[in-house]
């Protein structure tokens, strides 16, 4: 499986983007995928995460409310809607696959890089005030 991150850009504090994250190659039925954000110096952060059955949806504290992560599964294709951004949203943002099973309901087991076998290159998302 590889994940292709896109949708990154530019944008003005309080506009919206949208992140896409396209599968290719054969993904697993019952698996999480989710959305990280790395700042340089930093380390990688749990932004969001659903499961591709089901849909169940989980979100970090600082983007819940304002983020919004979905799937298609006809195009094998998980979608961050980013709204209200900040500037402190500015970040390389990564979408990551865990093929082996859906997403756990431990916040640490969600947040933990290893959890995800799969990764996408990154999307730079660049929020100005």
């Known amino acids: 499986v590889q994940l292709q991150a896109s949708g990154g850009g530019l944008v003005q504090a309080g506009g919206s983007l949208r992140l896409s994250c396209a599968a290719s190659g054969h993904t697993a039925s019952a698996n999480c995928t989710g959305w990280f954000r790395q700042v340089p110096g930093k380390e990688r952060e749990f932004v969001a995460a659903?499961?591709?059955?089901?849909?169940?949806?989980y979100y970090s504290g600082s983007v819940k409310g304002r983020f919004t992560i979905s799937r298609d599964g006809a195009k094998n294709t998980a979608f961050l809607q980013m709204n209200s951004l900040k500037t402190e949203d500015t970040a390389v943002y990564y979408c990551?696959?865990?093929?082996?099973?859906?997403?756990?309901?431990?916040?640490?087991?969600?947040?933990?890089?290893?959890?995800?076998?799969?990764w996408g290159q990154g999307t730079l998302v660049t929020v100005s005030s």
């Open positions: 990551a696959l865990d093929s082996t099973r859906q997403c756990s309901t431990s916040l640490r087991m969600r947040s933990t890089l290893r959890t995800y076998d799969t």
């Open positions: 659903i499961n591709w059955s089901g849909g169940a949806t």
